[in-house]
């Protein structure tokens, strides 16, 4: 069996000297999948991804991305490893113009960025018609369109979303899902945390059930939407 192309591994942590949240989890992610982080408010699901990402220290486990122990390596340096990560909030330069945020996200590169910005504008037709405009005058869903675009910029391997359908409309975060599938279907591997638990399962090729820090259950995401147990505690019934 070879290792999934990413992977957080019993990965045990907190914030500077606090308490420990994460106790042993893990997440794996394959090249090209979706995988998908849910469970109950204070969970550590949005700590399990900055864990992966670098902003906290941990105390035991590791993280692998395609082969390679990055888990002493600053968020900075996982970035350049092709890394990419959209946190929840403050996540646009609300002052630039839709066209300087994408820019921001080209920073690390040395390479003639255009043609992955015309991807961007394909992905998300709104942003081109809206590219001269302020970041901080556009709807929260089209806010989450450009913190994702400026995310693709870097060219990642591997797409972190944190909460990226949080106080959107329902249509919107059914758009943004779809836009979703699509970036996954060209190779990049995605890790999303979560609330709308039931419509992130619908798309995840795999995924996590955290409770207070460790891994409650894991599987498809048609299997967990199919359990029982899952169901009853976590989706509502």
């Known amino acids: 069996m070879s290792e999934p192309f990413l992977i957080g591994e019993a990965m045990t942590g907190g914030y500077g000297r606090g308490a420990d949240i994460l ?40 993280v692998r991305l395609g082969g390679e122990d990055i888990t002493a390596l ?18 646009v330069f609300t002052s630039m113009s839709v066209e300087e945020n994408l820019e921001m996200g080209a920073f690390l590169r040395r390479d003639d960025f255009r043609g992955t910005m015309a991807q961007v504008y394909d ?16 709807s929260g869903g089209q806010r989450q369109q450009v913190a994702v675009g400026r995310a693709l910029m870097t060219q990642p391997k591997l797409l972190m979303l944190d909460e990226p ?22 190779g990049i591997s995605i ?8 419509q992130a399962l619908e798309i995840a090729d795999k995924g996590y059930v955290l409770v207070q820090g460790r891994n409650a259950f894991t599987d498809t995401g048609k299997a967990l939407l ?4 899952v169901r009853r505690s976590f989706l509502g019934g």
Do not use: W
């Not at 359908?165 to 060209?186: C, H, K, N």
């Open 74 to 91: 600053s968020p900075q340096a996982r970035v350049a490893k092709g890394m990419g990560f959209v946190p929840q909030t403050s996540n």
């Open 23 to 62: 106790h042993g989890c893990t997440l794996s992610v394959d090249r090209g999948e979706i995988a998908v982080i849910v469970g109950p408010n204070g969970a550590g699901k949005s700590t399990a991804m900055k864990a992966v990402f670098g902003m906290l220290d941990l105390r035991e486990g590791a």
């Open 191 to 198: 890790l999303m945390v979560e609330q709308n638990a039931r």
């Open 226 to 229: 199919a359990d029982p147990e």
């Open 123 to 138: 992905l998300f037709p709104v942003l081109k018609d809206k590219r001269r405009q302020p970041a901080g005058e556009l």
């Open 165 to 186: 359908t949080a106080g959107v409309s329902p249509i919107v975060m059914d758009e943004l899902f779809d836009r979703i599938i699509e970036v996954a279907r060209t």
